[in-house]
């Protein structure tokens, strides 16, 4: 299992950390992985599924408080970043018992992201998570701020 990370803005891979033993939580991962610790350093903050609850502060997750602008933000950058695992899927890095090192799995893995990240860049560009009817809705909140 590795953990990878979506800018939400320009759609590169910033965050690649693992691998992790199978069954390993999302959240036990952020936090042993120095997801969390990051993200506090920087100031930011990620959007992640629900198996990331429990750091809040650091990671943003679908919750009822959401009004209909977040929420529909949030689940397109969730679509879009499934949409990168899926790329690197079609590989069939992650799907099979990998017969030699580590080593030789992490550089394979590595690899396999770098391909998926320039067929972003040069073939298939992730779709924009800000749909014009959420960038309305943050010019309005901007304006009246």
Known sequence: M?????CLS??????MRG???AGTSDITVARTGG?????????QKAIGDRGYNGEQKQISTPNAHDNKGVSLFKRRALMRQENFNGMIKRFNVTSHCFR??????????????????YKVENETPLYDVLIQQVKDQFETNSVTS
Do not use: K
Request: glycine share 8%.
């Open 10 to 15: 320009t759609g590169r891979l910033l965050w």
């Open 2 to 6: 590795y953990e990878l990370g979506i």
């Open 35 to 43: 997801l969390v610790e990051e993200l506090r350093r920087r100031g």
């Open 100 to 117: 030699h090192s580590e080593e030789r799995f992490e550089l394979a893995f590595e690899a396999v992201c770098v391909i998926c990240q």
């Open 19 to 21: 691998p992790y033993p």
